[in-house]
Nanobody
Framework: QVQLVESGGGLVQAGGSLRLSCAAS????????MGWYRQAPGKQREWVAT???????NYRNSVKGRFTISRDVAKNTVYLQMDSLKPEDTGIYYC????????WGQGTQVTVSS
């Protein structure tokens, strides 16, 4: 089973930026798509963004124009560039990879202060 390790979370003021990384222990081409989810305190986990094996991307409406998902195949890493952050973006961000398996990372905390 491929392991996913997130990094890059932290505390940032509203309007600031963070870049999350998700490093896979194996080839990310083995997955049909990879994505980011988040979970705010007291709320259910929600989908944020996906990058498909062909390179196309998709975003939830509330982050469109502010977040960018990308990948570096050589490094087996997926990124989430988050700009113009808002307090409502606060939560634990999880990397997800879907293929023959459905794998999750351990999460990284993002806190946006107002």
């Amino acid at each position: 089973q491929v392991q996913l390790v997130e990094s890059g979370g932290g505390l940032v003021q509203a309007g600031g930026s963070l870049r999350l990384s998700c490093a896979a222990s194996g080839s990310i081409f083995s997955y049909n798509n990879m994505g980011w989810y988040r979970q705010a305190p007291g709320k259910q986990r929600e989908w944020v963004a996906t990058i498909f094996s062909g390179g196309s991307t998709n975003y939830r409406n509330s982050v469109k124009g502010r977040f960018t998902i990308s990948r570096d195949v050589a490094k087996n890493t997926v990124y989430l560039q988050m700009d113009s952050l808002k307090p409502e973006d606060t939560g634990i961000y999880y990397c997800n990879a879907k293929g023959s398996t459905n794998d999750w990372g351990q999460g990284t905390q993002v806190t946006v202060s107002s």
